[in-house]
């Protein structure tokens, strides 16, 4: 796993594939620093104090790296059981499909796409789901009981399947590493207004919070519910 991430520090060919999974923008927008609550009231100058504190002291390049690491893995994962049926796929790995509404119908649209990447290895990514009218129009008629399919209905259909790709990506990749979203915000500052005593108050204790909370939300439910799934 370390040599992973220190081969992904200088890698081009994996630098352009964080892009393709929707991983690879957050050193960019240098929201890696959002797990603090403290920047919730943080005025301009306090803020980017936060982020180059954190791009100094190499969280924000760790975090990045290890969160590209997980949607890598992924992504070769689902390429992995791309042409078996999706009855085939492991249990897990199907029940963490169906959350995001990826089903048999359109699991059955990857089979035979061309996943090969720079690196010369498979990944479905999100950009890979470029299917050709005939495959979709079935789903689209099935679904909204229309027959005349649209080019509209068609990119529709396809954007919304790279967002559910993309989705799962960066969920799995926010709860392997830690990642405080809008839920943990909320049971962190328990909705009360910033410029508030008592909202600052909260604010001011609730910092360095965000990572407990996020293990229990996102890692111990997560793991909970797939226990209750799998019959254990």
Do not use: C
């Not at 504190?53 to 997980?70: D, P, T």
């Not at 909204?144 to 399919?149: I, K, P, Q, W, Y």
């Amino acid at each position: 796993a370390l040599r992973d991430t220190f081969r992904l520090f200088n890698s081009k060919e994996q630098k352009e594939l964080a892009y393709l999974l929707n991983v690879g923008v957050e050193n960019e927008i240098a929201d890696v620093h959002a797990r603090f609550s403290a920047n919730d009231s943080g005025p301009g100058m306090i803020s980017k104090m936060h982020q180059v504190y954190f791009k100094l002291n190499g969280m924000q390049w760790w975090n990045s790296n290890q969160k590209i690491g997980v949607a890598r893995l992924l992504a070769a994962d689902l390429a992995n059981y791309a042409n078996r049926s999706f009855d085939n796929v492991p249990m897990e790995t199907k029940r963490l499909l169906e959350l995001y509404d990826i089903r048999e119908a359109e699991w059955g649209l990857f089979r035979g796409l061309d996943m090969t990447a720079a690196d010369g290895r498979k990944y479905l990514a999100p950009e890979v789901v470029d299917i050709a009218d005939e495959a979709i129009d079935s789903i689209i008629v099935q679904r909204t009981g229309r027959l005349d399919v649209t080019d509209k209905a068609r990119q529709q259909f396809r954007d919304d399947l790279r967002t559910k790709i993309s989705a799962y990506y960066m969920d799995s990749a926010d709860a392997a590493i830690p990642t405080p979203g809008a839920r943990e915000r909320a049971i962190m500052n328990q909705g009360l207004p910033r410029g508030t005593v008592a909202g600052e108050a909260i604010r001011m204790l609730m910092q360095l919070k965000g990572f407990p909370i996020t293990y229990v939300t996102k890692g111990l439910s997560r793991q909970k519910a797939m226990s209750g799934y799998s019959g254990v």
